[in-house]
C-alpha cells in the first residue's frame, strides 16, 4: 500500500469539491428511485399516467360533479332526478347527507340520537385509555365497567329520566361497537384459559380444548351466526328465549374466542422452558406460577399479533348482516332500498367503508408503533 | 440428539411414587379437575340435547337426512353437474358444492397470482410501484369483505343493460347480466386434447425424474425442455389434429332481451370472485413479502460467486428457502378463502350455505342444515390443511 502511494505523483492542492448535485438532494432521489434505468422509467411514467388519471376521474366524480343535497319533495321523498341525470360521472353525496343519521344509529328514536352519538364517543374514549401504556394495570378493570355500566344505561334508558328504548330498535355504529367489544371483553379471558388448557397436561381438558378452537376455526363464522340465529331457539327450554343481538353477541365471542386463543397459544409457546421451571422451582402453585410468571410475558409478546386479530374481528362483525342484525353495513344496506335511492349503493358503501377505515387504520398503524416499541430491547 | 450420548443414568425412568388419595397429590387434583370440567361440560350438552329433542317433538320436526331425497323445487341459476328444480335435495347441495370449490379453486389460482405480484411490487425499488402496491395492501385489508362484496356487486348491478353492453374488444359483452365470452363449440376431440394434455405432464415429469437420476450418477446434465414441449404441446396438437382438428368458434350475440352463446360469467359470480381475489390478495401479499425478505443478501450473493445466472440463483437458492417461510401463512389465507366464500350467501351466488339455508327454510330441517354446512366445511378445510402439509413437510428444512 504504501509502495504504491510513494510511487504515485503528488496530487495538486485543490479546494474541497462540494458534493456532486447527482447524488443528494431531489433530482438524486428521482433518478435513483423513479428513473434508475429504462424499464423503471417507462414504468414510472405508466403509473404516474395512471395515478393522475385515476386521481383526477375519482376528484371529479367525488367533488367536482357531484351533487350534495336534493330538494325533498311535499310527500316526503326525495327527488332524485338530479342525481339520475348525472349517469354515473358524479356521486350523489346527498344520499349521505339525507341518510346519515339513519346509516350511524338505524332505527333509535330521532330525537334520542343524542344518546347513540355519545355511546360512540364514550367507546372511542375507552379505546383510546385502553391503548395508553400509562393505564396498563389494574385501573383498566374498573374503567372498563364503569364505561360499560354508562353505555348500556344510555342505550337501554328508562333510569335518570332517560325514555326506554327496546333493543330492537338500536342499530347502526353503536351496535357494531357492542358487537366488537363485548365480544373481545369476553373472548380474551375465554381464549387465555382455553390457551392453557391445550397447554395442559390433563388429557381430558387439553382434548376438548383442541376439539373447541378446531372445530370453531375449521367452520365459516357465518355457519355459528346461522347456527345462532337458527338452531340456538331449539336448544333452550320452551318459554325461554334470548334475543337476537345476545345470540350473535355469543357466537362472536365463541369465534373470536377460538382465534384469539391460537395467539395467545403461540406466546405461551415462545417462552423458554427455564421459565416454567424456575417458577416451579420456587414452590409456585399453578395458578400463581400462570398469574405471575407465564403470562405477562406471553402476553407482551403476543400484543401485536392480538391488535391484528382484534382488527380482523372488528371487521367480520359485518357479517350479522347476513343474520338480519342492524350493525353499520346492514344500516347502510337498508338506507339504499328505498326505491328513490336506488342505485347509489357506491356512495353508501364508500362512507361505510370510510368509518370502518379510520378504526381499522388507527388499530393498525398502532399495532405497528407498539411491536417497534417492544421490540427495542431486541435491537441492536 | 441420538441416544448414545444421553447419560444412561437419565434413560432410566422416574421412580414412580403411589398415588396417595390426597389433595396434595397433583396427579389427585388433576383427576378430580377433569372429572369435574368433563362432567360439567357433559351435563350442559346433556341439557341442550334434551332441550333440543323436547322442542323439536313440540314443534313436530322430524329430524334425519329423509329429506334429502325430496323433490327440492329451488331454481339454481349456476350449476356445473345438470340440475332441474325436480331433482332432490341431495342433488341440489352437491351443485352448492361444486360451486363453492368452484370459486374456491379459481379464487386461489387468481389470488396467488395477484398476491405474487403485489407482494413482489411492493419490494421493488421504483418509488411508485411499491407505494402503490403499500397503499392498496392497507386499504384493502382494513375494509371488511362483506362490505367489498356488496361494493362490487353494486358495481356490476349499475353496469348497463344488455342492450348498452359494453363491447371492449369483439365478441366480449359486459353488461348487468354479466360478462359474456366467446367460446369454442366442444367437441370429443377437445378433451381427448386435454386428456393428452395431463398424459404430457405426467410423463414429462417422469422424464425430468430420470434426466435428474442420471445427473446425478454421471454428472452430465440433460435439457428437459425439448421433451417437455414435445409432450405437453405437441401429444395434445397432434391428438386435436388426428381427430379432425374441429375448431368452431361459440361467439356471444344479442338476440331479444339476451345474449346467447359464449360462456357466461355471472355478475354474482364475478363479484364473488373480484372481492374474494382482490381481499385475500392484499393478505398474501404481506405473507410473500415477508417470505422474500427473509432470505438474507448474503445468500444471493454467495450464489452470484458461484457463477449462477440470475434464474437459477432465484430457482435453485432464493425461492426454496422463501417458500418454507411462505407456505404456512399461504395455506391459511387458502382456507380464509375457501371460507369467506361463504359470503356468497349476502349477494346471491349459490354457493352451498346459500342453497342449505334455503333447504333449511323451506324443510325446517335447521340442524341438519347447519350440519351440513359445517361438514362442507371441515373437510375442505382439512383437505386443503392436509395436502398443504404434506406439501410443506417436502419442502421444509431437514435439520438434525
Known sequence: ?380 | MSDATVDPRFRRKPPKRPLRLSWSDERVRGIVYQVLVVALIGSVIYWLWSNTVHNLEVRRIATGFGFLNREAGLPIAEHLIPYDPTDTYLRALTVGVLNTLKVAVVGIVLATILGTIIGVARLSKNFLVSKIAAFYVEVIRDLPLLLQLLFWYTVMQGLPGPRQALNPVEGVFLSNRGLKLPWIVWEPAHTAALLACVVGIVLTWLYARQARAKQYADGQPRKVWPAAVALVIGLPVLTWQVMGAPWQGDWPALRGFNFQGGVNVSPEFAALLIGLVTYTAGFIAEVVRAGILSVSHGQWEAAQALGLRHGSVLRLIVMPQALRVIIPPLTSNYLNLTKNSSLAVAIGYQDIVSIANTTLNQTGQAIEGIAIIMLVYLTISLSISLFMNWYNARIALVER
Request: with cysteine; hydrophobic share 55%; glycine share 8%.
Open chain 1, 1 to 380: 500500500m504504501s509502495d504504491i502511494t510513494a510511487n504515485t505523483p503528488a496530487i495538486p492542492e485543490q479546494r474541497a469539491r462540494s458534493a456532486p448535485l447527482t447524488a443528494v438532494g431531489p433530482i438524486a432521489w428521482m433518478r435513483a428511485n423513479l428513473f434508475s434505468g429504462w424499464l423503471s422509467t417507462a414504468v414510472t411514467l405508466v403509473c404516474g399516467y395512471l395515478i393522475i388519471r385515476a386521481v383526477m376521474g375519482f376528484v371529479d366524480w367525488a367533488f367536482i360533479n357531484a351533487i350534495w343535497s336534493v330538494p325533498i319533495g311535499p310527500n316526503g321523498i326525495a327527488q332524485t332526478q338530479a342525481c339520475r341525470d348525472l349517469h354515473g360521472t358524479g356521486a350523489c353525496w346527498a344520499v349521505v347527507t339525507e341518510k346519515h343519521r339513519f346509516m350511524l344509529f338505524g332505527t333509535y328514536p330521532y330525537e334520542q340520537h343524542w344518546r347513540p352519538a355519545l355511546v360512540c364517543i364514550l367507546f372511542v374514549a375507552l379505546y383510546i385509555v385502553s391503548a395508553m401504556r400509562r393505564f396498563w394495570n389494574w385501573t383498566l378493570i374498573p374503567i372498563w365497567i364503569g364505561t360499560l355500566t354508562a353505555i348500556g344505561v344510555l342505550m337501554w334508558g328508562g333510569v335518570l329520566g332517560l325514555p326506554y328504548v327496546p333493543q330492537e330498535r338500536w342499530g347502526g355504529l353503536p351496535i357494531t361497537l357492542i358487537l366488537a367489544t363485548f365480544g373481545l371483553a369476553f373472548a380474551f379471558p375465554l381464549s387465555i384459559l382455553v390457551a392453557l388448557g391445550r397447554r395442559s397436561n390433563l388429557p381430558a381438558i387439553k382434548v376438548l380444548c383442541v376439539v373447541y378452537v378446531e372445530l370453531i376455526r375449521g367452520v365459516p363464522l357465518i355457519s355459528l351466526l346461522f347456527m345462532a340465529s337458527v338452531m340456538f331457539p331449539l336448544f333452550l327450554p320452551e318459554g325461554m328465549n334470548i334475543d337476537k343481538l345476545l345470540r350473535a353477541q355469543i357466537a362472536i365471542i365463541l369465534f373470536a374466542g377460538a382465534y384469539l386463543a391460537e395467539v395467545v397459544r403461540a406466546g405461551l409457546q415462545s417462552l423458554p422452558k427455564g421459565q416454567y421451571e424456575a417458577a416451579d422451582a420456587m414452590g409456585l402453585s399453578y395458578w400463581q406460577k400462570t398469574t405471575f410468571i407465564i403470562l405477562p410475558q406471553a402476553l407482551r409478546t403476543v400484543i401485536p399479533p392480538l391488535v391484528n386479530t382484534f382488527i380482523g374481528f372488528f371487521k367480520d362483525t359485518s357479517l350479522v348482516l347476513i343474520i338480519g342484525i342492524f350493525d353499520l353495513l346492514t344500516a347502510g344496506k337498508t338506507a339504499i332500498v328505498e326505491p328513490a335511492w336506488q342505485g347509489f349503493g357506491v356512495e353508501v358503501y364508500v362512507f361505510v367503508g370510510l368509518i370502518y377505515l379510520v378504526f381499522c387504520f388507527a388499530m393498525s398503524k398502532y399495532s405497528a408503533g407498539l411491536e417497534a416499541d417492544l421490540n427495542k430491547h431486541r435491537r441492536r
